[in-house]
């Protein structure tokens, strides 16, 4: 959608974005603050979490959730928050002819909530229920085993459960006044802004909250390289559920970026890719994901995939087989002007709705306060040269730090034998 980005910082200490998109019918609000689970010790991990379920329920103006959530979905209008290592972040979205009593709603709902002992035991007993159902997710389940083995701050869903009763009404009202604040607050506002900024500004700067000292800082974490391959054994699991990571211990320049984002496509992405297309042909596996992850000071490539044990072997040797002939420089061009048709129909697909438009600067704002230029995205796509490429597969290999998870009931000769596969893919180091 054409749309216009203005970054306003407030009086109070907030910052964020105004994304005017004119004749929107609908008008989206994000509100993020740094108040994930680094912020309390690891046997309080779930404080934040069951905060962000409290929060959005009674208040000075409703005395139960349930009339705050009647009097906010009268007209249709959603909200919802998610917690998670880094962040909180509280979200509505409501028809164009009511964005400023929503605004309202959202506003002192974050500002002014009551902690209610009783909805206080109610969501104790939802997030139970919520992570009960995510505990039944094996990619997720190892993906998270794997982000806590690779040395970065993660906790399980079943490690959760067992910490839920470490959890009292007091920790999430100190919790809450730790973060939230108005200068650890970002916001991202999308709609027919035209005529209403000044409205908005004044809502926000308004908002009944402490300034603060600033934005909280993110923690600095380092990636570990570990001896062995994480093995989680499942004996209900018959298929094999695995996770390769690859880190390069600086971050990625912004063309580096969009060349690893690039080569995703290239590889997994699509069912003509190098690897799952040529898996798919060969009956080895359904599907197939992969992705960078740009972290505060390093950046990590990964690949997951469950696949059948007897057809792991075979599926390992394609990745090994096509990432090593990206090492070496063997790039078909013509593959790489596919991966950028596909990319940029994606990207024009990615901006047709108001909140599709909002989530393409959200993320990196909210994480490390940079906005993306969006209509500069389809120029740097077509940048991208197979130099680049190869140089950026280079440097996520060099610094030889990486590890593989499992997670089945093949037993740990089946996980070692794959990690001594695939481990000719990094530099040898020597003793």
Same mark, same amino acid.
């Given at each position: 959608m054409k749309h216009t980005v203005e970054r306003v910082v407030l009086a109070n200490g907030a910052e964020g974005l105004l994304i005017d998109i004119p004749d929107a019918s609908v008008m989206t609000l994000e509100f993020n603050f740094r108040a994930g689970e680094y912020l309390v010790e690891p046997a309080k991990w779930e404080t934040p979490h069951i905060m962000e379920h409290v929060l959005l329920g009674a208040n000075t103006k409703y005395p139960k959730a349930r009339m705050f959530q009647a009097e906010f979905e009268k007209n249709g209008a959603y909200n919802n928050a998610s917690t998670g290592v880094y962040d909180i972040t509280y979200e509505a979205e409501c028809a164009d002819f009511e964005w400023e009593r929503i605004l309202a709603l959202m506003l002192h709902a974050i500002s002014a909530p009551l902690f209610l002992?009783?909805?206080?035991?109610?969501?104790?007993? @939802?997030?139970?229920?919520?992570? @009960?159902?995510?505990?039944?997710?094996?990619?997720?389940?190892?993906?998270?085993?794997? #982000? &806590?083995?690779?040395? !970065?701050?993660?906790?399980?869903? #079943?490690?959760?459960?067992?910490?839920?009763?470490? @959890?009292? &009404?007091?920790?999430?009202?100190?919790?809450? &006044?730790?973060?939230?604040?108005?200068? /650890?607050?970002?916001?991202?506002?999308?709609?027919?802004?035209?005529?209403?900024? $000044?409205? +908005? +500004?004044r809502q926000i700067e308004r908002i009944q909250l402490p300034k603060g000292r600033g934005r909280i800082a993110l923690p600095d974490e380092q990636p570990a390289r570990q001896p062995k391959a994480l093995y989680l054994r499942n004996p209900s699991v018959k298929n094999a559920y695995f996770i390769v990571d690859t880190f390069h211990l600086e971050r990625l320049a912004e063309s580096e970026w969009d060349a690893?984002?690039?080569?995703?496509?290239?590889?997994?992405?699509?069912? %003509?890719?190098?690897?799952?297309?040529?898996?798919?042909? #060969?009956?080895?596996? %359904?599907?197939?994901?992969?992705?960078? /992850?740009?972290l505060s000071s390093n950046v990590s490539w990964w690949f997951g995939a469950q696949v059948m044990p007897a057809n792991a072997k075979s599926l390992f040797q394609i990745m090994i087989d096509e990432l090593s002939k990206v090492q070496q420089g063997d790039v078909v061009e013509s593959d790489i002007e596919a991966a950028k048709q596909y990319?940029?129909?994606? !990207?024009?697909?990615?901006?047709?709705?108001?909140?599709?438009?909002?989530?393409?600067?959200? @993320?990196?704002?909210?994480?490390?306060?940079?906005?993306?230029? %969006?209509?500069?995205?389809?120029?740097?796509?077509?940048?991208?040269?197979?130099?680049?490429?190869?140089?950026?597969?280079?440097?996520?290999? &060099?610094?030889?730090?990486?590890?593989?998870?499992?997670?089945?009931? $093949?037993?740990?000769?089946?996980?070692?034998?794959?990690?001594?596969q695939l481990s000719i893919l990094w530099p040898k180091v020597s003793e």
């Open positions: 002992q009783e909805e206080f035991d109610a969501e104790l007993g @939802n997030v139970r229920e919520e992570l @009960n159902g995510r505990a039944n997710n094996h990619f997720r389940h190892l993906s998270l085993a794997m #982000r &806590k083995y690779c040395g !970065y701050q993660a906790m399980t869903d #079943r490690e959760r459960i067992k910490l839920l009763h470490n @959890n009292q &009404k007091l920790d999430i009202e100190q919790h809450y &006044k730790k973060t939230h604040t108005t200068s /650890n607050m970002r916001f991202v506002i999308a709609g027919s802004i035209h005529g209403h900024k $000044a409205t +908005i +500004i690893g984002q690039l080569l995703n496509i290239m590889l997994t992405e699509t069912l %003509y890719s190098r690897i799952l297309g040529a898996a798919r042909e #060969r009956g080895l596996v %359904y599907s197939m994901s992969s992705g960078f /992850n740009q990319m940029l129909g994606r !990207y024009q697909r990615a901006g047709q709705t108001v909140a599709g438009t909002a989530a393409g600067y959200t @993320n990196r704002y909210f994480f490390e306060d940079i906005v993306d230029d %969006y209509y500069a995205l389809p120029e740097r796509i077509k940048a991208v040269t197979k130099k680049r490429i190869i140089t950026t597969t280079e440097l996520m290999f &060099k610094d030889n730090m990486w590890n593989m998870g499992i997670l089945g009931s $093949a037993g740990r000769p089946f996980v070692d034998d794959l990690y001594g």
